[in-house]
């Protein structure tokens, strides 16, 4: 009987002639902590971690993204607190200037298709767009992983997911990932593999995939896996027969087809990721601000648009616009492009690479009442702020800004 | 924390509309306000500060007592505080028909006990009654009533035991 993509990498990793339901010890190629629960593993580390805390300096490494630089000074104290440890011991930090630790783990190709990386960031499954296993922990987690290389994991089943057609132009990855959403919300496949197939996926670039994955954990999926398609093996540089994928003859616990033929932009109203509409039935929302950037929507790819969309129009009076590139080197290319100008001159505000407005503070949160469109992934009440945040894609929240209302991207077209 | 396999206590069923609270996130549980806090006794405070009907449960909550709720308990972020609250506020265990992933692995790291009951009803349990959970066969227990979840894992129990990975790990 063959295996399915998890089985497959978690075999490679020390986990033997695995199967669902089987725990297992997992060797992890990258060991990651942010400064959001860093500090603890630094804790946990100080605790139990003994003589030897880091079992391989070279796969061992910090990345700063929720708070950056820290506003509040606890998040200042803890940041400090890690440096100092990966000082002593010799480790990496990619520091408050470095953005989204998920991304720069792909950027700096750690995370090629077959590894593993863990972290404590619920997104890091976003790996599952490069065929890579990634998985968000708690601090105790990640210090043993630090400490020791492994993780112990259950094998969870897998279920493949055809995605059938081609969307509606207009229609993005994050359109595609809500789709998805509605259709199985958060209970269908919890605790599930997911590999996600079908002629949008084997034709979508890096960053498509990367949206599309990201939105696993909203899922309540383990991960989301996307074979590595051309544009993937690309960026690494590797040929298929490198990279790993699932056997042909692999048994699934569950085999779905969505049908996105035609799909048209969406839209998730609060308070959840899976209350999703059509952006043509919410165009009475008048919004007060829109948020473009985060781990889902956050790459040069996206905000390269966002910038096109915006350039030679303006932001409508009285809404804020808030641009985050999700990393240092995203923010270089769009500042040497001119994107950021684009952006900057039809009114955004423009700031540092990081998380942006998931972590509470980085660019401001909402106040009551106030309505937000956001291209991250969450919108449970309070997450944000404590007014009421929409997630949608960048041509959605892009068209939102300049009409100051809920509003398509084809809308867009007819403004100047 | 003493180790038992059958923990007996007062049961906190959280409800939302009548039916059984489901999608409680980790934002509920534990709001990221207070992430940058370390030291476990200080996260009780906080523990469903920012659940709707329950912002007083750390004022109310007695040592000793069971939390149940229903699907998906736990989703969201990876932030241990949302189990260390509980531990903080010394209750012995959550029951739910489903949880998070990452929250269980969580919880079963730290040594806290969590048991899941899937497909149970809405009324099967009234709030406050006094229950018993049997960690090793999986069942939730009060008056007359019974119901029949899945038993903790080999490794949840190892760790369990242990009182957190490592000192399991201290033992391996």
């Known amino acids: 009987m063959g295996r399915t993509l998890i089985e497959k990498i978690m075999s490679s990793h020390g986990g033997g002639d695995c199967r669902p339901g089987d725990v297992v010890w997992i060797d992890i190629d990258n060991r990651t902590a942010r400064d959001f629960a860093g500090a603890s593993v630094v804790g946990n580390l100080e605790k139990y971690g003994g003589d030897s805390p880091i079992a391989d300096r070279s796969k061992t490494f910090f990345t700063f993204d929720c708070n950056v630089p820290a506003n509040t000074i606890p998040y200042a104290n803890n940041q400090q607190r890690i440096r100092i440890f990966a000082r002593k011991n010799d480790l990496k930090v990619y520091d408050v200037d470095a953005g989204i630790g998920s991304h720069v783990v792909i950027e700096e190709k750690f995370a090629r298709p077959g590894t593993t990386t863990v972290g404590t960031d619920s997104h890091l499954n976003i790996m599952g767009s490069v065929g890579a296993f990634g998985q968000g922990m708690g601090d105790v987690d990640i210090a043993y992983a630090f400490k020791t290389g492994k993780v112990w994991f259950e094998i969870p089943e897998s279920v493949r997911v055809t995605l059938n057609g081609i969307p509606a132009n207009g229609t993005e990855a994050k359109d595609i990932a809500l789709a998805m959403l509605r259709r199985f919300s958060s209970h269908e496949l919890l605790g599930k593999s997911v590999e996600i197939y079908g002629p949008w996926v084997e034709s979508a670039s890096l960053e498509e995939c990367v949206t599309l994955s990201s939105l696993a954990t909203e899922m309540g999926a383990i991960i989301a896996f996307i074979p590595p398609n051309n544009d993937v093996l690309h960026f690494f540089g590797i040929t298929r027969d490198e990279a790993v994928y699932a056997d042909s003859d692999a048994e699934y616990l569950e085999e779905y087809s969505l049908d996105i033929e035609g799909l048209e932009p969406l839209i998730a109203a609060p308070p959840s990721p899976t209350n999703v509409f059509n952006v043509s039935e919410k165009t009475d929302v008048k919004v007060d601000g829109v948020f473009i950037g985060s781990c889902t929507n956050g790459t040069y790819q996206d905000l390269k648009y966002a910038a096109e969309l915006l350039k030679g129009r303006k932001v409508a009076p009285g809404v804020m616009l808030k641009v985050v590139p999700a990393t240092r080197a995203t923010w270089a290319r769009l500042l040497e492009e001119g994107h950021l100008k684009d952006m900057f001159d039809a009114g955004a505000i423009v700031s540092n690479a990081g998380c942006g407005g998931c972590a509470s503070g980085q660019i401001g949160m909402t106040g009551e009442g106030e309505v937000q469109i956001s291209t991250s992934n969450r919108n449970f009440k309070g997450k944000q702020g404590k007014g009421n945040t929409y997630l949608a894609g960048i041509g959605t929240a892009a068209a939102s800004a300049v009409l100051g209302r809920i509003a398509s991207v084809h809308e867009l077209k007819e403004v100047r | ?172």
């Open chain 2, 1 to 172: 924390m003493s180790v038992e396999m059958i923990l007996k206590g007062r049961l906190w069923v959280l409800t939302e509309n009548g039916q059984l609270f489901s999608d409680i996130d980790t934002d509920m549980i534990y709001h990221n306000a207070h992430l940058a806090v370390t030291d476990i006794d200080k996260m009780g405070q906080y523990a469903f500060g920012n659940l709707e009907g329950y912002k007083d449960f750390a004022d109310k909550a007695q040592p000793g007592d069971l939390v149940l709720a229903g699907d998906n308990f736990g989703s969201g972020s990876s932030r241990q505080h949302a189990v260390d609250c509980f531990k903080a506020l010394g209750v012995q265990a959550v029951i739910a028909r489903s949880f998070g992933a990452i929250y269980k692995r969580n919880a079963i790291n730290s040594g806290f006990p969590i048991i899941e009951l899937p497909g149970l009803p809405d009324d099967l349990f009234s709030q406050f009654e006094i229950a018993e959970l049997n960690l090793e066969g999986g069942n939730l227990n009060a008056g007359d009533n019974r119901y029949q979840g899945n038993p903790m894992s080999e490794v949840a129990r190892d760790i369990y035991l242990a009182g957190g990975l490592f000192q399991y790990a201290e033992r391996m």
